[in-house]
């Protein structure tokens, strides 16, 4: 079926027998932790450990909730690492997306540069990414280019192989970690196509030859996903090429920026029928660079034009690819959709493709984006009319097909949320896997394999999140955030008193700062009677002499204006009393 | 086809010819107008107007977006309604769901409670959450109860019908509004079941007969739902079966409160196998409560329990039925998955169900849920898994196929996102509307029919959102909506510096209050140097004689304040500046 063949792979990491050997030898544990992606379990990273070895595998961000307003993403919390720093013999990337790169700037640098592995363009994007952060910084980088998947690299005890995956982004890799006790197969992010574009479909049989035990960890996003197997790379490619060559005016097509092999089709695509495209957006602009410069991408000079030349062609002759498919507010897409970007304009008979999918969370922004896409422009494009992008995931099939071509000793699902995982169990066992060589780990879990055996421990290590807000990493926590949502929710209201220290009166009346509440220019009544009862309140607690207990003034004002305000309005501002004494 | 005749039609309505006389002796307009909804046009209320008479569709709610913290939901804007109280015939309620209905409490008061008119359970919904919102407010509700679909009903000028449709709440039904100008057929939300339970399949080819122009206004949230057909109530009734019979341990399924039929369902098939069924959640009961009191649904004493009293069978011959399926914090769902419902704990082996899909916006929280419920229970059944839920809407075939039966003059998609209306629109063309005779209206549109003609003005009626939050209506707007935004964002920052009125000079250290931003205690040096830039900005500014620029003072603290903060953490909290002469 396909070209490396066992006998390759027990060359590259020995027989079975081999290691049975070694493993006799060894009374060292084998142990992995998912330490990141909070909620998709080992996403962002992982980390596995052998005696005095360290191997992490990606350094991902992960993007906030709607309940955590004003992060800007979410970093894998590193603290099993503290003091293991010397340890860490490399980290390996799988691919350059930023939910596997994101946070290389901020980590590297806290564990002192450990050496970093992977393909070429992963790593240029790791590099872009470092010196975006922070200029320079990339120099402090020690790299190993994975030039091909049959190179073989030591990492202390580790023995680190690479196999061929297909996904959304060019380079990505499936990871093969050796060690005295077990085999770890990882293909990253993966799916299956049955119809690729130059090349035979990819299969993995061969890693069934791998020495065992052999562990798979596999990337079940799609467990639940039953639907017949998804478009092919070839259909939408046909699909887009329809519709740039029939456009009676420009095409504009909003797609991931990590999407450079999608890219530079279009580009070509548009060449040969003699259209010019420009791109546009930060990411999209620098990746296509990055990936010209390592000559990914073939794009002719004649291919490309800048944006801001558009005019100079006639609409019909115009392709532009951009980011902003997702509705991010000041992403291209969006820009020339309110009509503030300076060189497009939408016109009725554009072409409008969404070559994206929709990420979970921006549902309702995307159909916004829609409503007013299809307000401007009578061909709106995306995967509801028409087969314009495929997804770089599995479904259900895939998962079975994979499990019953590795055939793994131990199976455990990664990269989804806990039910995905769940689920994924069941089709595991369907391909064949026993049901006690599964394990469902959490981010955090600690799973030990010794001679065969695998256990998961009782204790997990710390994977709290570390919020990124700003030039903040990891100082806003709980407090901060629980603070936002009571802001976010009723708004807040300061009052501020100041009182005569003789007589123990209000002076004057307290002035008051609303924000969030109500507006106050129509709530004069309110504040009239809410200044009323501080006064009532001060007056009665600190008019009667002696010592003044003012954290207890400011207790009540907090209590009394608090159910006042509750009473009128059913809102609990956050109230913020200030009592000055003067 | 179909029992109901064009005979029964002509008699109730007048044949086409009768009409077209009529309307060469009138020369007023018929006027729609979708008034409600904000996104979805017309989905919350509809206003129709022909001369002095006024006939609404509908007065309900929508849920706010994530956009809109602290907002309850929002109802329809009623400002083109202002003085035109009296020609108010009345409101028609085409089913009870809370988008149809929930406004009712708010807006009926607002018009002088004009006369009612729906099918009984769907009043007494409307009745139920007037008397929730305000003791005895049902006591101003003049009803007129639809007994069969057969009543016609004359409201002014308009005269009313109505039809049967199928959708996910008992009593939903289509109305059918006959001017001079033309006769327009809504069939509210609808869904087409090929194989429904109890009944023959509704089809909608009498409607063809109505006297024309026919305007057809219909629900279109499916147009772009290309999927076979959905499944049937019946195969969704079979898998619950199933598992309710197989079931080792209890049985929890979390459905919508408005599904009273499955419900009623499911306790009869309980009863039947010797299951006690116990209901939770506020509305489930008091639903459950109305339809028996309607006798809609027949549930002998015996197959229903209390839930304090679950803890007295056996767990294999229990089934409880509550609200919280889409993750609402405080459902009964919620509670009983974190372990804070007082008599239901979960097992390993129970079976829990969602019989209820995911409502947009939900995605992220849902998961979380289930991921939640597949750590505690090993059979959590979910549509991804089983067919356990129907949806209550059509999709693309089922609209072309009522376009089809009905065959109107005019075609007004309506009830969705207005990127799925212009999709619907091809749907007619497909099914054979002329494409001129189909209009895409926004909320606030106004199109006018006239001898055969349609056209929409230029000028729109006024919809902004019109908030509720707690007893707030509308008291809330986009400056408290935008504060709300950047207190979520960044948190805010309160500095009061006393001065002294004498010297100009700051006494003492400002005060500062900060919530939202950072972590006060981990910041003791950012504040510090703050506290230090603000006696700065106020000394330099009113220690220099003369008149003192308070209000400039201010503009200055929160510009160098901000910009500081901005550069020391990339973060923009509201800063509030309150300065005290003393």
């Not at 919020?467 to 976010?488: P, S």
């Not at 220290?501 to 709530?523: A, C, M």
Request: with cysteine; net charge positive.
């Amino acid at each position: 079926m396909i070209a490396e063949t066992s006998f390759f792979f027990r060359l590259a990491f020995g027989s079975t027998n081999e290691v049975h050997r070694l493993m006799l030898k060894t009374k060292t544990n084998l142990r992995i932790i998912p330490l990141g992606g909070q909620e998709e379990v080992g996403r962002n990273m992982t980390v596995f450990e052998y005696g005095n070895d360290i191997v992490i595998l990606d350094m991902g961000i992960q993007f906030p909730e709607e309940d955590m307003p004003g992060i800007d993403y979410i970093i894998p919390n590193i603290s099993y690492l503290k003091g293991k720093e010397k340890n860490i013999r490399g980290v390996i990337f799988s691919h350059g997306h930023l939910d596997h790169i994101g946070a290389a700037p901020i980590l590297l640098p806290k564990l002192g540069y450990p050496k970093i592995i992977g393909r070429d363009l992963t790593l240029a994007l790791v590099k872009k990414r470092m010196e975006d952060y922070e200029l320079n910084s990339a120099e402090n980088l020690e790299t190993i280019h994975v030039k091909s998947v049959d190179e073989r690299i030591n990492l202390g005890k580790f023995r680190i192989g690479f196999f061929n995956v297909e996904h959304s982004i060019m380079d990505a890799v499936g990871i093969i970690i050796n060690t005295p006790q077990g085999t770890i197969v990882h293909p990253g992010d993966w799916k299956m196509d049955k119809n690729p574009v130059d090349q035979k479909p990819i299969t993995y049989n061969h890693l069934s030859k791998l020495p065992g035990p052999k562990i798979l960890m596999l990337e079940s996003l799609g467990s639940t996903d039953t639907q017949p197997t998804h478009v092919s790379e070839k259909e939408m490619y046909a699909n887009l090429e329809k519709l740039i060559s029939e456009a009676a005016g420009k095409v504009i097509i909003g797609t991931f920026s990590s999407q450079i092999r999608r890219i530079a089709h279009i580009i070509t695509y548009a060449k040969r029928i003699g259209k010019k495209v420009a791109l546009d957006g930060y990411s999209m602009k620098s990746n296509v660079e990055i990936a010209k410069e390592l000559g990914y991408i073939k794009i002719g000079k004649e291919a490309l034009i800048h944006i801001n030349d558009v005019h100079k062609y006639p609409e019909n002759k115009l392709v532009i690819i951009c980011t902003g498919a997702q509705g991010e507010g000041n992403a291209v897409l969006s820009r020339i959709i309110s009509d503030e970007h300076k060189f497009i304009k939408i016109r009725k008979n554009d072409t409008i493709i969404f070559s994206s999918s929709v990420i979970p969370g921006n549902e309702r922004t995307i159909q916004r984006l829609k409503d007013n896409l299809y307000r401007k422009c009578d061909n709106v494009i995306h995967s509801d009319v028409m087969d314009v992008h495929t997804s770089g995931h599995s479904n259900a099939a895939d998962i079975k097909e994979i499990i019953k071509q590795i055939r793994p000793d131990f199976f455990l699902p990664v990269y989804a949320n806990h039910y995905f995982l769940k689920e994924a169990t069941k089709l595991a066992v369907e391909a064949g896997v026993s049901k006690e060589k599964i394990f469902v780990l959490d981010n955090g879990s600690i799973i030990e394999f010794y001679n065969g055996n695998a256990s998961v421990l009782n204790r997990k290590v710390e994977t709290g999140y570390v919020f990124v807000d700003g030039l903040g990493i990891g100082d806003v926590g709980e407090v901060v955030l629980r603070d936002r949502h009571v802001l976010a929710r009723d708004g807040m209201f300061v009052i501020v008193a100041v009182v005569d220290r003789q007589t123990g009166k209000v002076k004057g009346s307290p002035d008051i700062i609303s924000r969030g509440f109500v507006y106050l220019k129509e709530s004069k009544q309110l504040l009239k009677e809410t200044r009323k009862k501080v006064i009532e309140i001060v007056d009665k607690a600190a008019g009667t002499g002696g010592a003044v207990n003012w954290s207890y003034i400011k207790d009540e004002i907090r209590n009394k204006i608090g159910s006042f305000f509750y009473t009128k309005t059913q809102r609990r501002p956050m109230i913020l009393p200030v009592v000055i004494e003067v």
